[in-house]
């Protein structure tokens, strides 16, 4: 019984020592906060309350969904979908997407991930209505608000050491097409885990999973 007492207790150990380390390295834990802008954009993906991990190694690529130093703010963040990277040329304006001319939509539709909440633009209660949208070699949620006007498309040409930003939520957004192209080097902590939601634990449906 003293044997199975101290390998349970170096086990905690090297568990504990081995969290911490990956935590101080590797991955950062991060709530999402109550922020009009930040809780529209990122929807469907994020909500507010979220715990998520932040992966904090390597180069983000096109499709990341990274936190940004927000460039009107910059102790504030932002959250974006990266779609350019120097030298890209794209062609935007609501769910219409092309990079480099090859074009991007939504792939299906995933009703049940719609969302109810209220849009920072005109204090109204909206839909935010799910699709898929496959990039980058992955998939990720594309939210588009129900009963919106069509958004011109306009084309970008993405500047050295620059990427351009686009929020999960094409209609209600706060990027790239409002803040213009942001540093690679602010963009430095991908979103690529969610713990648990503002509901904690007991939310089956939102613990425990990579965020697309």
Same mark, same amino acid.
């Given at each position: 019984m003293g044997g199975f007492a101290r390998f349970a207790g170096w086990t905690a150990v090297v568990l504990g020592v081995g969290g911490g380390l990956l935590r101080a390295f590797v991955l950062e834990p991060w709530t999402? /906060? &109550? &922020?009009?802008w930040i809780v529209a954009s990122s929807a469907p993906t994020l909500s507010a309350g979220d715990l998520v991990l932040l992966l904090t190694r390597g180069v983000p690529?096109?499709?990341?969904?990274?936190?940004?130093? &927000? /460039?009107e703010s910059p102790k504030s963040f932002v959250v974006g979908r990266i779609i350019g990277k120097p030298g890209d040329t794209l062609e935007l304006g609501g769910a219409s997407l092309k990079i480099n001319g090859y074009g991007y939509s939504s792939a299906d539709a995933c009703y049940d991930n719609n969302v109810s909440l209220i849009s920072p633009k005109t204090q109204q209660r909206v839909e935010v209505l799910c699709g898929r949208i496959e990039i980058g070699g992955g998939w990720h949620y594309m939210g588009r608000v129900a009963k919106s006007s069509p958004e011109a498309i306009k084309t970008y040409k993405v500047d050295e050491g620059k990427v351009f930003l686009v929020s999960d939520n094409r209609d209600i957004h706060d990027d790239s097409r409002d803040f213009g192209q942001v540093s690679l080097d602010t963009c430095t902590h991908r979103v690529v885990f969610r713990m648990w939601s503002a509901k904690g634990w007991m939310d089956g449906r939102h613990r425990i999973m990579p965020i697309h």
């Open positions: 999402v /906060p &109550d &922020d009009e690529g096109v499709g990341d969904l990274v936190r940004c130093a &927000d /460039p």
